[in-house]
């Protein structure tokens, strides 16, 4: 269940089993000139055809979009039958597109085994830029001149917080890479064809933004081994907040603009019912709750919510759950952006999806699984 099937560097289509390691996956198809269209925090460890089934997006989404654009074929155990469609056409507009309901289903459908896969053309060369700035309007404000100026090579924008850099530099006893902490931090990376082409482009837009005070320093990674390290800060972000108590990182789709709106909010909540006091440094304090954090995929609107406690407690689950997913409603966004609904979601579903849209996908669900086997009591609620 780990191996690939056929590699077409021409077109870039790419059949395997669905067991493949998505790190080991990528290096392989790496020496034929291709890369995976998705890459995440734990692509050492995640399956290619979990990612599919929780349709995963991780931090190059930006560039690369959706795996419901990515995949060309999928082999499927539904109902007792395999479902061969493993296609490796890049057009197909025969029927409907069974594909689509697998993608992001987590398993409830049926048991993905084989995957055909569009992967894109390997760049040539990466830049990756870590900017400090001092207001989150400074963080929307460099996003869209990245957007303007980088548009072509532009392959991930990410954000995070002062705590959550305190947080991740504390736990993974990393020294600052700056000689200051800065409230907000961006990560962009360029990914393209023309070293020195992509190279100015990208110090052309990191100039501009220091001369108009839109941020207040950046460091420039040098080579791949530096990269690397700059980028291990934000994959390992969530693996250092639980170094500091029990940690719920809530993953929510939320407008671009109101992400670090919600973690303010948040906090105020929190202080509001007294378990919180955002005076106090996060490992002094004598709150149940220690601190609040935000960072993601800013680019897709995606916030990782992170609220790290002394030890998890139903009751105040149900409290912070009934706060956050009431106000992502209302700002019409998602309580899944990326990690899917999985066993503990599927009571507040309501809160992304209407009755009408619930009830047809119960239709779907005992259609084609009615004896309700296939990852019970998960995704759609009892």
Known sequence: MNKIRTIDKDSGAVVCDAGCILEELNSQISQHGLLMPIDLGAKGSCHIGGNISTNAGGIRYIKYGSLHGSVLGLEVLPNGKILNNLSTLLKDNTGYNLNQIFIGAEGTLGIITGVSILAAKKPKHNNLIIMGMNSFENVMQTFRKTKSELLEILSAFEYCDNLSMDITLKGLQK???????YNYYVFIETSGSNQDHDHEKIM???????????IENGIMASDMSQIAKLWELRESMIVAHTKFGDTYTLDLSLPITKADQAVTDLKDYLEKINVYDKTK???????????????????????HL?????????????????????????????ISAEHGVGLLKPDILHYSKSQTA??????????????GIMNPYKVLPA
């Open 306 to 334: 992170n609220i790290i406690v002394d030890k998890y407690d139903d009751s105040f689950t149900a409290t912070l759950e009934k706060f956050v997913f009431g106000y992502v409603r209302d700002l019409k966004g998602s």
């Open 204 to 214: 052309n837009l990191f100039e501009g933004l220091q001369s108009s005070k839109i």
């Open 281 to 303: 440094p996060y490992d002094d304090s004598l709150h149940y709750v220690k601190c609040v954090t935000g960072f993601g995929h800013i680019g897709d609107g995606n916030l």
């Open 358 to 371: 619930i009830e047809l996908m119960k239709t779907i669900k005992a259609s084609i699984d009615p004896k």
């Open 175 to 181: 020294p600052n890479p700056f000689n200051r902490f």
